[in-house]
C-alpha cells in the first residue's frame, strides 16, 4: 500500500511538471510571435518610408512629377520587391513600376515573393502633400511556391 501512494505521489508531480514545462512554452511562443510580429511591422514601415522618399526626391528634383525622373527610381523599387503606383495631387495617374524592365515581381535577384497588403502614402515636398504611392510590398520572410 505504502509503494501504491509514492507511485500516485510521484506521478502527480510528473504531471506538475509537464503542465508547467507545457505552458511556459505557449507563453513564451506567444511572447515571441508578438515580438517578432513588432520587429516586422516595424521592418514593413522603415520600407515604406523609404520608397516614400524615393519618390518625394524623384519629385523635387524637376518640383513636377516625372514620369523619366520616376524610371531612375524603378531598380530601387524593383531591390526592394516594391509594386508602386504614383498618383498626383488630384489623383490621377502619374506613374507605375508595372511592367517596367525591372519589375519588382520578376526581377532575378529577388525571386518570386508574396505580396503584402497595398497601402496609399501620401508623398510630401515640403508641407504640401505633392500626391500618393500606392505601395505594395512583399511580406517579409516568406517567398512564393
Known amino acids: 500500500m505504502h509503494s501504491s501512494y509514492a507511485w500516485r505521489l510521484a506521478a502527480s508531480f510528473a504531471g506538475v511538471g ?11 511562443n506567444i511572447s515571441f510571435g508578438r515580438l517578432l510580429n513588432g520587429y516586422l511591422d516595424q521592418q514593413q514601415q522603415g520600407r515604406q518610408g523609404q520608397v516614400v522618399a524615393l519618390l518625394a526626391g524623384a519629385y523635387q528634383r524637376h518640383q513636377s512629377w516625372d514620369p523619366v525622373e520616376l524610371d ?3 531598380p530601387s523599387l524593383a531591390m ?52 500618393t504611392a500606392i505601395v505594395s510590398l512583399p511580406v517579409q520572410g516568406q517567398l512564393a511556391v
Open 18 to 28: 509537464v503542465a508547467a514545462a507545457v505552458l511556459t512554452a505557449i507563453l513564451v
Open 80 to 131: 526592394m520587391g516594391a509594386a508602386v503606383s504614383v498618383e498626383d495631387a488630384s489623383g490621377h495617374p502619374v506613374w507605375s513600376v508595372a511592367g517596367r524592365s525591372n519589375d519588382s515581381r520578376t526581377g532575378p535577384m529577388m525571386g518570386r515573393s508574396t505580396p503584402g497588403t497595398t497601402q496609399r502614402l501620401p508623398v510630401k515636398a515640403g508641407n504640401a502633400i505633392v500626391g
Open 72 to 74: 531612375t527610381v524603378s
